[in-house]
C-alpha cells in the first residue's frame, strides 16, 4: 500500500487508494477519514461548476470575501470544482452536475441567463445566491426570468434584524441570524443551531398555492426583523413599504424536467459561505448540504466537525522560567500569606 511515514493511514478498494497525513497532533479527523472512504468507494467524482465573469466568488481568492474555503470543503466530500465562463463555453458544460452562482455583481447577459434556464430545463442543478443592491453592487444579476418560472420571489430590499440575537456573535442588525429553518433535507441536520447572513435579501415563494414546482422557504428570521428599502445611517420600520418577520431569506425547489428531476437553491446572500464566515455557527454545514441535496448526494448531509484549532502558546526562555516559579511560589505562596493573615486576626 506504500506508506512513507509513520502514522499514515491508506484506506484502498481495489486499485483506488487514499493516504490521509496526520494533523499537527499527529492524529486523524472523523470527517478525514470518512472523505477518503467516500473517495475510494465512488465510482466518479461529482462535479460543482462555479460561474464567473459577472464578479461572483472566488475558489482561488483566499480573502476575507473569497470562496477558497469552499473550494477546500467541498473537495473533501469527494467533489472536483471548476470554474466557468458562460460568455465562452457557449452553454453550460454537460460535465457540470452542480452549477453555482455564488454573489454576481454584474448582470448576466440575456444569453446567459438562458443557458442557466435551459440547463435547469434539462433536469440540471442550480444553486443561486444574490446579494442585495448596496453601494458597492448597483446593478441586479438578470436572472428574475429564472425565478419567476421557479415560482420565486427575490426581494428589491435588505434585511434589518432587530431582535438583537445576532449580538451573541457580534453581529450587528443588517447581518440577520436564522434559528428556524424550514422542512428540507438541506436543513434537517441543522435544527437547534444557528447561522447568520450578513447583508441578505428576502427570497420567498412567489405563490404559495401552486404545487409545481415544489418548494420549500429554508431558512426564516426572528419575528422582530424587517425590510428596507436601502441600508442608510438610521432605518426604521414603514408600514406603508416593508415587510415585518419572520423572512425568508431561501428557497429550495424541485420539479420534473425532461427525463430527470431538476433542482433549484436560491439564497439571499452569498458572504454567509464566505472564508470569514464559513467556519462560524452552521453556514459551512448549510452551504455544503445545499450542494449534497442538489446533487442528490443525501447521505452526505450532516452537521459536519468542527476543525481542531492549534492554540499552543509559544513563550520565551525568560517566560517560561518566570511562569515556572509562578507556578511554583505564587498559588502556594497567596495561600500561605492568606492563611498567616487570617491566624494573626484570631489570635
Same mark, same amino acid.
Given at each position: ?19 490521509l497525513?496526520?494533523?499537527?497532533q499527529?492524529t486523524f479527523g ?16 461529482t ?58 455583481v ?90 447568520f447572513?450578513?447583508? !441578505? +435579501?428576502? =427570497?420567498? *415563494?412567489? &405563490?404559495?398555492?401552486?404545487?409545481d414546482?415544489? /418548494? $420549500? ?44 428531476? !431538476? +433542482?433549484? =437553491?436560491? *439564497?439571499? &446572500? ?6 470569514? /464566515? $464559513? ?38 526562555a ?30
Amino acid at each position: 500500500y506504500g506508506p512513507t511515514q509513520m502514522n499514515q493511514i491508506v484506506v484502498a478498494l481495489g486499485p483506488r487508494r487514499q493516504q490521509l497525513q496526520p494533523n499537527f497532533q499527529g492524529t486523524f479527523g472523523e470527517q478525514d477519514l470518512t472523505s477518503a472512504i467516500l473517495k475510494v468507494s465512488s465510482g466518479s467524482e461529482t462535479k460543482v461548476c462555479f460561474v464567473t465573469g459577472h464578479g461572483e466568488k472566488s475558489l482561488t481568492d483566499d480573502g476575507a470575501h473569497g470562496y477558497s474555503q469552499v473550494g477546500q470543503e467541498l473537495k473533501r466530500e469527494n467533489y472536483a470544482t471548476d470554474s466557468i465562463n458562460l460568455v465562452q463555453s457557449d452553454e453550460v458544460p454537460s460535465s457540470c452536475d452542480v452549477l453555482v452562482i455564488a454573489g454576481p455583481v454584474q448582470s448576466f447577459f440575456p444569453q446567459e441567463t438562458a443557458m442557466v434556464s435551459k440547463y435547469l430545463d434539462n433536469g440540471g442543478k442550480v444553486l443561486i445566491e444574490v446579494d442585495p443592491l448596496t453601494q458597492d453592487k448597483q446593478s441586479d444579476s438578470n436572472l428574475e426570468s429564472i425565478f419567476q418560472k421557479w415560482n420565486i420571489d427575490v426581494g428589491k430590499n435588505l434585511v434589518i434584524d432587530a431582535s438583537g440575537m445576532g449580538r451573541l456573535l457580534g453581529a450587528g442588525p443588517a447581518i440577520p441570524l436564522v434559528v428556524d429553518y424550514g422542512s428540507s433535507p438541506i436543513t434537517k441536520d441543522l435544527e437547534r443551531t444557528m447561522s447568520f447572513f450578513p447583508l !441578505a +435579501r428576502t =427570497v420567498s *415563494i412567489a &405563490d404559495k398555492s401552486k404545487s409545481d414546482p415544489q /418548494a $420549500v422557504e429554508l431558512l426564516k428570521t426572528s419575528g422582530r426583523s424587517f425590510t428596507t428599502p436601502k441600508l442608510e445611517r438610521e432605518v426604521r420600520y414603514d408600514p406603508k413599504t416593508d415587510m415585518m418577520g419572520p423572512l425568508s431569506l431561501g428557497v429550495a425547489a424541485s420539479k420534473k424536467a425532461s427525463d430527470e428531476g !431538476a +433542482r433549484l =437553491v436560491v *439564497i439571499g &446572500d452569498s458572504d454567509f459561505a464566505s472564508n470569514e /464566515a $464559513v467556519g462560524q455557527a452552521s453556514n459551512g454545514d448549510l452551504f455544503l448540504n445545499a450542494v449534497d441535496w442538489l446533487a442528490q448526494d443525501e447521505n452526505l448531509i450532516s452537521i459536519r466537525p468542527k476543525k481542531v484549532t492549534n492554540r499552543s502558546v509559544n513563550l520565551t526562555a525568560g517566560g517560561a522560567i518566570a511562569l515556572r516559579w509562578l507556578d511554583i511560589f505564587g498559588l502556594p505562596g497567596t495561600v500561605i500569606i492568606v492563611g498567616i493573615v487570617i491566624w494573626w486576626k484570631r489570635r
